[in-house]
T-cell receptor, first 119, second 109 residues
Framework: GAVVSQHPSRVICKSGTSVKIECRSLDFQATTMFWYRQFPKQSLMLMAT?????????EQGVEKDKFLINHASLTLSTLTVTSAHPEDSSFYIC???????????????FGPGTRLTVT | GQNIDQPTEMTATEGAIVQINCTYQ??????LFWYQQHAGEAPTFLSY??LDGLEEKGRFSSFLSRSKGYSYLLLKELQMKDSASYLC??????????WGAGTKLIIKP
């Protein structure tokens, strides 16, 4: 099946620093990638959707200057949390949609998630 | 607006059967997904329904009625490892997934 990796799995950083999270589709071409945030005991919250080579589309209330998303290739997307603050501490999950040679499929495959703690 | 409703929490006994319901109201419909999510982990895909009826996959089955805006996930022969949250999600007319809040399933011995 389709595999999505995410790195790092856990990161602790100091307030005011920036953190980059990588999301890779390992055996398929991800034409679309999604970034979610999940707080404890809450459902997934979509932050942004990105198509390869295009600017990300952010959900209402998500600051695009704070959460920088780059989808430079069909297998890699990155999320950079800039000037992180303790309230940004959360579980960040990426998912990818695509097929063996790109194109559109309905199913989203999730990465294992990154737990960010800002002290 | 768009809305997905599912029970917050359910409890069942090991070896038994449990049905988790999901009702939805969305702008357009391109299929309904069920995902399983264990605590502290990312969701994993369980099923996808786009036509009415029952899809069976091992111990798990998923049912869809588009006219009623209704789906259920049926889990048979429950095992302790099935304790998890089960997320219902609908793909709308923009091919975006609209997520329910999830149903926490607790399995007791």
């Amino acid at each position: 099946g389709a595999v999505v990796s995410q790195h790092p799995s856990r990161v602790i950083c100091k307030s005011g620093t920036s953190v980059k999270i990588e999301c890779r589709s390992l055996d398929f071409q991800a034409t679309t990638m999604f970034w979610y945030r999940q707080f404890p005991k809450q459902s997934l919250m979509l932050m942004a959707t990105s198509n390869e080579g295009s600017k990300a589309t952010y959900e209402q209330g998500v600051e695009k200057d704070k959460f920088l998303i780059n989808h430079a290739s069909l297998t890699l997307s990155t999320l950079t949390v800039t000037s992180a603050h303790p309230e940004d501490s959360s579980f960040y999950i990426c998912s990818a949609r695509g097929g063996p040679s790109g194109g559109f499929t309905y199913e989203q495959y999730f990465g294992p998630g990154t737990r960010l703690t800002v002290t | 607006g768009q809305n997905i409703d599912q029970p917050t929490e359910m409890t069942a006994t090991e070896g038994a059967i449990v049905q988790i319901n999901c009702t939805y109201q969305t702008s357009g419909f391109n299929g309904l997904f069920w995902y399983q999510q264990h605590a502290g982990e990312a969701p994993t895909f369980l099923s996808y329904n786009v036509l009415d009826g029952l899809e069976e996959k091992g111990r798990f089955s998923s049912f869809l009625s588009r006219s009623k805006g209704y789906s259920y996930l049926l889990l048979k022969e429950l095992q302790m490892k099935d304790s998890a949250s089960y997320l219902c999600a609908v793909m709308d007319s923009n091919y975006q997934l609209i997520w329910g809040a999830g149903t926490k399933l607790i399995i007791k011995p």
